[in-house]
């Protein structure tokens, strides 16, 4: 990966971390009001959720800012992009779609099919 890629890569994970952070700080807003449901802006639109959905949404964004943060900090130790299973490069498409990919297709698949079977 060349250092324009990943800092490409660490440009996308700041901005899901802004994300994030934006998301948490709605949803503790709503829920320290009264109101049963609120709506959440995101890329993809506007949700309307009650509280159930808030405080699970809230774990899955709070999930999501570790994540970043183990991305980058194996980007400031040089080991991004690198699969933790099988020590091989993570394609670049792949990180395209998942910026926060510990480990690649293959082991991921095998990781999967493991857990289910
Ligand atoms: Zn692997």
């Known amino acids: 990966m ?3 890629q990943l800092q490409e890569f660490r440009w996308s994970l700041e901005e899901l971390l802004r994300d994030s952070m934006n998301k948490i700080e709605n949803i503790c807003g ?8 609120c ?11 009650d509280k ?17 943060h ?3 900090n194996r980007m400031d130790r040089g080991s991004y992009g690198i699969c933790v299973a099988c020590k091989g ?4 498409r792949r990180l395209k779609t998942y910026p926060t990919a510990r ?15």
Request: with cysteine; charged share 25%; hydrophobic share 35%.
């Open 70 to 72: 183990q991305a980058l």
């Open 39 to 49: 709506s959440i802006e995101d890329s993809k639109g506007s949700l309307e959720l």
């Open 103 to 117: 480990f690649c297709t293959q082991c991921k698949k095998l990781i999967e099919n493991g857990s289910t079977n």
């Open 89 to 92: 490069q993570i394609s670049l």
């Open 2 to 4: 060349t250092q324009n």
């Open 30 to 37: 709503f829920l320290s009001q009264k109101s049963q449901s």
């Open 52 to 68: 159930k959905r808030l405080l699970a949404l809230a774990d899955l964004e709070g999930r999501m800012v570790g994540e970043i």
